[in-house]
């Protein structure tokens, strides 16, 4: 199975809990087969501080080794919510950094079109 890995041109918003956990116009999007396409934020986009290191390690044959990390906002709890791997196997190499958001355990990811404009984002 083939992994594609391309830039997302929109402006892509991870919100929970009231909270937007994450925000940028870096994302990329992994294709892998017929796998619905995942979108990787930077970890620099990424309010680290609301996120804990989980119990949970898994392994794609493809990616590599992926960890897993909870977020936790006052009163509400999100397991197991994104994941990273730490050290991507080739295939994969470009989601080095990056991390992934399960849509069933964050409240939205949104995608906004940007729109270029005298040569900048707007």
């Not at 979108?39 to 119990?55: M, N, Q, S």
């Not at 990616?63 to 994104?82: C, E, M, P």
Request: glycine share 4%.
């Amino acid at each position: 199975m083939k992994i594609t890995i391309t830039p997302n041109r929109n402006l892509v918003r991870v919100s929970f809990a009231g909270h937007a956990i994450a925000e940028t116009i870096r994302a990329l999007d992994l294709a892998e087969g017929d796998a619905p396409r995942v979108i990787y934020v930077p970890r620099a986009d990424v309010d680290l501080e609301l996120c804990t290191p989980a119990d949970l390690v898994t392994h794609c044959p493809r990616k590599g080794d992926a960890v897993y990390f909870d977020i936790v906002i006052h009163d509400r709890t999100s397991h197991n919510a994104l994941w990273s791997y730490e050290n991507p196997l080739p295939a994969a190499a470009a989601i080095a950094g990056y991390v992934a958001f399960d849509p069933a355990r964050v409240d939205s990811i949104i995608e906004h079109q940007q729109e270029l404009r005298g040569g900048s984002l707007a």
